[in-house]
């Protein structure tokens, strides 16, 4: 019987048998051309021309037509593919024929074609270049991971056939089709060659393109790149300010002794989970633990030891208690700590989740800081580290679990905390029938405000460890609808509270403006105020000699209460100012006020020294004649000078000049009186003295210091030198 076919067979060696591949191929062909060709990974087998025709049963047979496409089978795909058959693409194709001899040039990767009939012999030759079906003498297989951070910086290991020591680029393109060159959508990096079938290299960075699909090739010197192809995903990466942690082992009420365990969930740029591993976490728990000194004990035996003990024991119980007898009481050190660190286990789920699990072996708090390591290298710690763990005695092993009674509880208590805290915030932000007008009131609404955009961070976080632990519980069925609806609750009422704080803020803007400009203005009027005052005080009769010291220091300390006020309009204004976010404009009036202070101290130190100054030339006035020793005097006055010039205080006062001068007129008039008192003078020198300031006196025992002062001997002061010479 005359039959045409379009099947394909092939002999197993082994069995010896003759097997239908079951790959029909368009309309049945004959006395067609073909070659087997290795390729890596699969060898390929061409076919071109042949006669081809296709019968209905029944009908007449006649003979084919002649045909020039071709096509090839993937051996180990088992798919037929037709190429290199369109005269628009191939214009230079060879014409329709039969029996072509076909042969394939390893070198160059060309099939060659050449001869063959139709209605006459050909002497013709063609060659076609399907080194992009070929490939090269080397593909890729897998690699491992087949994902990596957009950021890149990922290790893979490359695996395959054929790949040489040699020059290697390993190609990644955006999108899900194979290159045969690369183009902007490419991009490479170097691979490094580990064996035939083993390759390593670091992922590029994706940035430009995005989290998206690419397709992994390589090229090994100068050599095509692969027809093979491996699929790679680029997530966004993952950020330390984007993930939490949650669960037992980061809370209160943790039951000591037995294994706790705590969740890290990674989370992307976006906020999103991630729902693949590898990511590098570092945790490290740690607990503070007393420093115990210990006491050295003499060598001299265990009999020695004990009695040296018990020794220091009756000492201290002989020792007096703190402050008896007038021992002062010792001062306590303060106790000293150092950080001991807690072994944990982390295991990466691969889908995003990370447990830690860690036992205390002792009551009390633990501090748990987890890092991530970022595309940069560095360590940063992820959304709310360090958070501390408590632990205590009672309590059972489960208690500690994922579901345990400690996280389930910890669910409840911040379900009721965070609606109430939502809802007390929401009435704080508000501005409905609250008088804006009124600064104070415009500023606790601002405080607020700021307060509430401040916290969102951490308040973020608690709502996103609430919803990632009934998710946790929502997977075991152990959550109630009440839950649920109380978390979709929280998370209207915070995004409504969001949004409310960015209005009020827009609303209370223009008398924010406002009140601040005013604050400005009050502030500067303080300043001048103050300013004026000062100047004013300055001509007080404080700063005048002949105020006499007890006024002076009554008016003095009159100062302090007048400065009451503006301390009260400093306090107020620099509220609003603080609150306005301007600090700094109070300082001036704060500064001003302080040297105020330091000009009334210095002058209360002055008048201090003036009454000093005074009680001592009173003291000099009332001393007797005979008793007078002038030297000790003048040392005591130049002291007194000493003091007074070393004094921080104006010296333009009318006060400082005025005792200046009486120190003065002193160091002038007890020189006089040391050459008056020489046991050298005779009743003459006294007489030539009486005629010359014309006061006629005795000098006796009743003679007082203070009546020769009166006698105004500066005015002699070279007649007395010349007398007493």
Same mark, same amino acid.
């Given at each position: 019987?005359?039959?045409?076919?379009?099947?394909?067979?092939?002999?197993?060696?082994?069995?010896?048998?003759?097997?239908?591949?079951?790959?029909?191929?368009?309309?049945?062909?004959?006395? /067609?051309?073909?070659?087997?060709?290795?390729?890596?990974? *699969?060898?390929?087998y061409?076919?071109?021309?042949?006669?081809?025709?296709?019968?209905?049963?029944?009908?007449?047979?006649?003979?084919?037509?002649?045909?020039?496409?071709?096509?090839?089978?993937?051996?180990?795909?088992?798919?037929?593919?037709?190429?290199?058959?369109?005269p628009?693409v191939?214009?230079?194709?060879?014409?329709?024929?039969?029996?072509?001899?076909?042969?394939?040039?390893?070198?160059t990767? %060309?099939?060659?074609?050449?001869?063959?009939?139709?209605?006459?012999?050909?002497?013709?030759?063609?060659?076609?270049?399907?080194?992009?079906?070929?490939?090269?003498?080397y593909?890729?297989?897998?690699?491992?991971?087949n994902?990596?951070?957009?950021?890149?910086?990922? +290790?893979?290991?490359?695996?395959?056939?054929?790949?040489?020591?040699?020059?290697?680029?390993? $190609?990644?393109?955006?999108?899900?089709?194979?290159?045969?060159?690369?183009?902007k959508?490419?991009?490479?990096?170097?691979? /490094?060659?580990?064996s035939?079938? #083993?390759?390593?290299?670091?992922?590029?960075?994706?940035?430009?393109?995005?989290?998206?699909?690419?397709?992994?090739?390589?090229?090994?010197?100068?050599?095509?790149?692969?027809?093979?192809?491996?699929p790679?995903?680029?997530?966004l990466?993952?950020?330390?300010?984007?993930?939490?942690?949650?669960?037992?082992?980061?809370?209160?009420?943790?039951?000591?002794?037995?294994?706790?365990?705590?969740?890290?969930q990674?989370?992307?740029?976006?906020?999103?989970?991630?729902?693949?591993?590898?990511?590098q976490?570092?945790v490290?728990? *740690?607990?503070?633990?007393?420093?115990?000194?210990?006491?050295? &004990?003499?060598?001299?035996?265990?009999?020695?030891?004990?009695?040296?003990?018990?020794?220091?024991?009756?000492?201290?119980?002989?020792?007096? +208690?703190?402050?008896?007898?007038?021992?002062?009481?010792?001062?306590?050190?303060?106790?000293?700590?150092?950080?001991?660190?807690?072994?944990?286990?982390?295991?990466?789920?691969?889908?995003?989740?990370?447990?830690?699990?860690? *036992?205390?072996d002792?009551?009390?708090?633990?501090?748990?800081?987890?890092?991530?390591?970022?595309?940069?290298?560095?360590?940063? #710690?992820?959304r709310?580290?360090?958070y501390?763990?408590?632990?205590?005695?009672?309590?059972?092993?489960?208690?500690?679990?994922m579901?345990?009674?400690?996280?389930?509880?910890?669910?409840?208590k911040?379900?009721?905390?965070?609606?109430?805290?939502?809802a007390?915030?929401?009435?704080? &932000?508000?501005?409905?029938?609250?008088?804006?007008?009124?600064?104070?009131?415009l500023?606790? &609404?601002?405080?607020?405000?700021?307060?509430?955009?401040?916290?969102?961070?951490?308040?973020?976080?608690?709502?996103?460890q609430?919803?990632?632990?009934?998710?946790?519980?929502?997977?075991?069925? $152990?959550?109630?609808?009440?839950?649920?609806?109380? $978390?979709?609750?929280?998370? !209207?009422?915070?995004?409504?509270?969001?949004?409310?704080?960015?209005?009020?803020?827009?609303?209370?803007?223009?008398?924010?403006? /406002?009140?601040?400009?005013?604050?400005?203005?009050n502030i500067k009027?303080?300043?001048?105020?103050?300013?004026?005052?000062?100047q004013?005080?300055?001509?007080?009769?404080?700063?005048?000699?002949n105020?006499?010291?007890e006024?002076?220091?009554?008016?003095?300390?009159?100062?302090?209460?007048?400065?009451?006020?503006?301390?009260?309009?400093i306090?107020?204004?620099?509220?609003?100012?603080?609150?306005?976010?301007? +600090?700094?404009?109070?300082?001036?009036?704060v500064?001003?006020?302080?040297?105020?202070?330091?000009?009334?101290?210095?002058?209360?130190?002055?008048?201090? /020294?003036?009454?000093?100054?005074?009680?001592?030339?009173?003291?000099?006035?009332a001393? %007797?004649?005979?008793?007078?020793?002038?030297?000790?005097?003048?040392?005591?006055?130049? !002291?007194?000078?000493? *003091?007074?010039?070393?004094?921080?205080v104006?010296?333009?006062?009318?006060?400082?000049?005025g005792?200046?001068?009486?120190?003065?007129?002193?160091?002038?008039? $007890? +020189?006089?009186?040391?050459?008056?008192?020489?046991?050298?003078m005779?009743?003459?020198?006294?007489?030539?003295?009486?005629?010359?300031?014309?006061?006629?006196?005795?000098?006796?025992?009743?003679?007082?210091?203070?009546?020769?002062y009166?006698?105004?001997?500066?005015?002699?002061? #070279?007649? &007395? #030198?010349?007398?007493?010479?």
């Open positions: 019987m005359e039959m045409h076919f379009n099947t394909m067979w092939y002999f197993d060696l082994e069995t010896r048998e003759w097997i239908d591949c079951d790959l029909p191929y368009d309309i049945p062909r004959w006395n /067609h051309s073909g070659a087997l060709v290795e390729a890596i990974p *699969t060898w390929k061409f076919i071109f021309g042949g006669e081809a025709n296709s019968y209905s049963e029944g009908d007449a047979r006649t003979f084919g037509a002649y045909c020039n496409s071709s096509c090839f089978l993937d051996c180990g795909a088992l798919s037929w593919t037709q190429f290199a058959s369109d628009e191939y214009p230079n194709m060879p014409s329709p024929r039969e029996y072509a001899a076909m042969a394939y040039d390893n070198r990767r %060309r099939l060659l074609v050449y001869g063959g009939w139709n209605n006459g012999w050909y002497d013709d030759m063609y060659a076609l270049n399907v080194s992009k079906i070929v490939g090269p003498p593909a890729i297989t897998g690699a491992e991971p994902m990596g951070q957009l950021s890149g910086g990922v +290790p893979l290991k490359i695996t395959g056939r054929g790949f040489k020591d040699s020059v290697i680029r390993v $190609l990644f393109t955006c999108g899900n089709k194979p290159i045969d060159n690369a183009g959508l490419t991009k490479e990096v170097v691979g /490094h060659y580990k035939a079938s #083993e390759i390593h290299c670091v992922t590029p960075s994706f940035d430009e393109f995005g989290p998206k699909e690419a397709v992994m090739q390589i090229a090994i010197g100068s050599e095509d790149i692969t027809t093979t192809h491996i790679f995903n680029y997530f990466n993952t950020r330390a300010n984007k993930s939490l942690c949650y669960g037992p082992g980061i809370l209160e009420n943790a039951v000591a002794n037995h294994p706790v365990e705590f969740i890290i990674a989370r992307n740029d976006l906020g999103e989970n991630r729902t693949s591993g590898r990511d976490f570092e490290k728990i *740690t607990r503070k633990v007393a420093i115990v000194e210990e006491v050295v &004990v003499p060598a001299e035996g265990e009999e020695e030891a004990e009695a040296a003990a018990k020794d220091e024991k009756a000492k201290k119980d002989a020792a007096p +208690p703190a402050g008896e007898d007038g021992v002062p009481a010792p001062v306590a050190e303060k106790p000293k700590f150092q950080e001991v660190e807690i072994p944990c286990e982390l295991v990466d789920h691969d889908d995003g989740r990370y447990t830690v699990a860690y *036992t205390s002792q009551v009390g708090d633990v501090a748990v800081r987890v890092a991530f390591l970022d595309d940069k290298g560095k360590m940063v #710690e992820v709310g580290s360090p501390t763990a408590a632990f205590a005695e009672s309590g059972k092993a489960v208690d500690n679990t579901t345990g009674s400690i996280l389930d509880k910890h669910i409840k911040e379900l009721e905390r965070l609606q109430n805290h939502l007390d915030t929401k009435k704080e &932000v508000a501005t409905k029938d609250k008088e804006l007008k009124n600064v104070k009131v500023l606790k &609404v601002k405080e607020h405000v700021e307060k509430t955009q401040l916290e969102a961070d951490q308040t973020m976080l608690q709502i996103d609430l919803d990632e632990a009934l998710k946790l519980f929502s997977s075991k069925k $152990l959550t109630k609808d009440v839950q649920l609806k109380g $978390l979709a609750k929280i998370n !209207k009422e915070w995004t409504d509270l969001k949004k409310q704080t960015k209005d009020t803020a827009k609303e209370i803007s223009t008398h924010v403006g /406002h009140e601040d400009e005013k604050n400005k203005t009027k303080l300043e001048e105020s103050i300013t004026q005052f000062t004013d005080m300055r001509k007080r009769e404080f700063f005048q000699y105020c006499g010291t006024m002076a220091k009554e008016k003095l300390d009159g100062v302090y209460d007048e400065l009451k006020n503006f301390e009260e309009q306090a107020d204004l620099g509220y609003n100012a603080e609150k306005f976010g301007k +600090p700094e404009l109070i300082n001036k009036a500064k001003d006020i302080d040297a105020i202070k330091v000009l009334i101290g210095n002058m209360k130190a002055l008048w201090d /020294h003036i009454a000093t100054c005074q009680a001592a030339f009173t003291r000099f006035m001393t %007797r004649w005979i008793e007078t020793k002038p030297f000790e005097m003048e040392d005591e006055v130049k !002291k007194l000078l000493k *003091t007074l010039k070393d004094m921080k104006d010296k333009r006062a009318n006060a400082y000049i005792v200046l001068d009486e120190i003065k007129k002193w160091l002038v008039f $007890l +020189p006089l009186i040391a050459e008056l008192a020489d046991d050298a005779r009743d003459r020198h006294w007489d030539a003295l009486k005629a010359k300031v014309s006061v006629q006196f005795e000098i006796n025992d009743k003679l007082l210091l203070q009546f020769i009166d006698l105004n001997l500066g005015k002699y002061q #070279e007649d &007395v #030198e010349e007398i007493t010479d």
